[in-house]
């Protein structure tokens, strides 16, 4: 004998529709997230971009050795010139409004006398989350430039 099946009284259109809004929300986690890891990103970038900048400009602040018996003359940097020229730089860039607090950090200098070494910090605002981190999440980024003299 067949048994005949019994009419669908439509109880589950509750449960899929839980089940779609359960989605959307994930959905919508995920785009936050990789929106505000983009906007990290390219904080991080105008960053290292503005750094470059001011180690490009102080790595223009040697000044010429006498060189020695032995060798030519080359380019001198010091810690001061390379300090200097950087917070120059700083001074006459206009700042993105995504990025706060940009500041040299220590170690901001000439160690060897011939690389300009520039460190940063900040704080970038990333995008949808900033009540959930409202001081923002610090970077630091660092680039060198090297003034060489060619002969």
């Excluded at 160690?111 to 970077?139: C, E, K, Q, R, S």
């Amino acid at each position: 004998m067949r048994k005949v099946p019994e009419p669908h009284d439509g109880t589950d259109a509750g449960h899929v529709m839980v089940l779609m809004i359960g989605y959307v929300l994930l959905a919508l986690l995920v785009v936050t997230v990789v929106a505000a890891a983009g906007s990290l990103y390219l904080g991080q970038k105008k960053l290292l971009s503005i750094a470059d900048g001011a180690a490009l400009a102080a790595a223009d602040t040697f000044v010429l050795s006498g060189g020695s018996s032995t060798g030519d003359p080359g380019t001198l940097l010091n810690n001061q010139g390379v300090l200097s020229a950087a917070q120059d730089y700083l001074a006459g860039i206009e700042t993105p409004t995504t990025i706060g607090g940009i500041a040299l950090a220590p170690g901001t200098g000439a160690p060897d006398g011939h690389t300009a070494y520039v460190a940063m910090t900040a704080v970038v605002h990333p995008l949808f989350i900033n009540f959930l981190v409202p001081d923002g999440i610090p970077i630091k980024v660092t680039s060198t430039a090297r003034a060489n003299l060619e002969l």
